[in-house]
């Protein structure tokens, strides 16, 4: 059986880039909800629907557990996903997301204050520091809402969007000690930039290098789900819609199989 991720664009090849590099053994199949994205303008009820219906599709491609690299539906819709639609349709799969392995990252050197950066439905969601709250950890978290980095890095601009973030951090008042996590896939592709700009006086928090991790941890802890893993190496990519350049991107980031849209 595979290992899934889901996304609702490409961001999330970033996370499963990494993890594939981690864990090269393993099967992987990541699907990317492009005909819908961005997530971050639709109702709780419609990113619940999308990612139950790439859920299902990613369990009929034999996925045993399925990665959520979303940051938007892994806070809006993870919960119920777990505790309804899986223990009705899949009790025998896994899904997982991304926000409580990057919290963990952030309680586990006690910073003063961290500044998460992120899309406007994730900061409004407020998943973080109810996650922080649920801990009981007094970490200060600043969350403000960055979407405009997204479209910069799609474009190539990561310059522009490095500058933009540079900013943003300075004017929260991150200072030396402090953390920034970067609380969007996309945002992975800035994590060199901003820590040549601050330096060790900033920890930079990125996803890519949280999640292979994580995960590593969570397949060692749960043999039951090892057991059943396949192990040819394989790497497949299912995009709901395709456009010329995403190809590119795809080779870029994986080197690996496309697949053409899905019906």
């Known amino acids: 059986m595979n290992i899934g991720f889901f996304d609702s664009g490409l961001g999330g090849l970033l996370i499963l880039k990494a993890v594939a590099k981690a864990l090269p053994q393993y099967d992987y199949v990541y699907y990317g909800d492009t005909a819908n994205v961005p997530y971050g303008d639709k109702t709780e009820e419609e990113i619940y629907a999308l990612t ?12 045993a557990l399925v990665i959520v690299a979303c940051n938007t539906a892994s806070a809006e819709t993870l919960r119920k996903i777990q505790d309804t639609f899986l223990q009705a349709e899949y009790p025998d799969r896994k899904v997982l997301g991304v926000i409580i392995p990057t919290i963990e990252e952030v309680i586990k050197p006690h910073y003063k204050k961290a500044l998460l950066l992120a899309t406007k439905r994730t ?42 973030a540079i900013s943003t951090i300075e004017r929260a008042g991150v200072g030396e000690g402090d953390v920034v996590v970067l609380g969007c896939t996309h945002y992975c592709l800035l994590k060199d930039s901003l820590r040549e700009h601050f330096g060790s006086a900033v920890t930079i928090v990125s996803q890519d290098e949280v999640i292979p991790q994580k995960l590593a941890a969570y397949l060692e802890q749960h043999p039951e789900i090892t057991s059943r893993l396949s192990n040819t190496g394989k790497r497949v990519i299912h995009l709901t819609q395709h456009r010329p350049d995403y190809d ?8 690996g199989a496309y697949l053409s849209d899905e019906d």
């Open 52 to 63: 139950k219906a790439a859920l299902t599709q990613l369990f009929e491609r034999d996925c």
């Open 123 to 164: 900061v409004e969601s407020n998943k973080y520091q109810k996650e922080l709250d649920k801990l009981g950890d007094v970490t200060q978290l600043i969350s403000i809402a960055t979407p405009e980095l997204v479209p910069f890095i799609e474009l190539g601009e990561k310059e522009i969007a490095t500058a933009s």
């Open 248 to 255: 590119r991107l795809t080779a870029e980031f994986l080197g």
